[in-house]
């Protein structure tokens, strides 16, 4: 996945419909993630389209999260929170202010409301799980 960093740095030079078609292409360049987890329990609440995000704790140091939507935009969405934490340890994760990460991208100005209505919802989803697993270790 890349970084947000380099995201940002071809995100700050497009216009609004290549600004789509980047967050689209973000959004298919995620990791499948299997019909198997994609539950209530994944399910981000409060987005306009069905997001899910599951945490995957490798060797206890780090958190690496697979995430799916069923709008490509809102997929695009997911994977741009998930460029600031990925691969980094859940505490880090679940202390890290993610929509400060974001902020620079102006996603409320560049979207619509009900395209940005769940990012803080896909945010605390994913600093609680990261809490949770740093809480027990894994």
């Known amino acids: 996945m890349r970084t947000l960093d380099d995201i940002y740095d071809e995100y700050e030079f497009l216009d609004g419909d290549d600004r789509y078609r980047l967050l689209i292409d973000l959004g298919r360049d995620l990791e499948p993630m299997p019909d198997a ?6 399910l981000v609440r409060g987005c306009s389209a069905s997001v899910w995000v599951y945490p995957i704790a ?9 995430a799916d939507s069923n709008a490509a935009i809102t997929k695009g969405i997911v994977a741009l929170v998930l460029a ?3 691969d ?3 505490a880090e994760v679940a202390a890290s202010d993610i929509a400060a990460a974001l902020e620079r991208f102006d996603l409320k100005r560049q979207l619509s409301s009900n395209r940005t209505q769940g990012v803080p919802n896909m945010i605390a989803l994913v600093r609680d799980h990261a ?3 740093a809480a027990t270790g894994s």
Do not use: I, W
Request: hydrophobic fraction near 50%.
């Open 131 to 133: 809490a949770r697993l």
């Open 88 to 90: 980094r340890p859940a």
């Open 58 to 66: 490798a060797d206890g140091a780090e958190l690496h999260f697979l």
């Open 37 to 42: 987890l994609k539950t209530d329990a994944t």
């Open 84 to 86: 600031a934490v990925q």
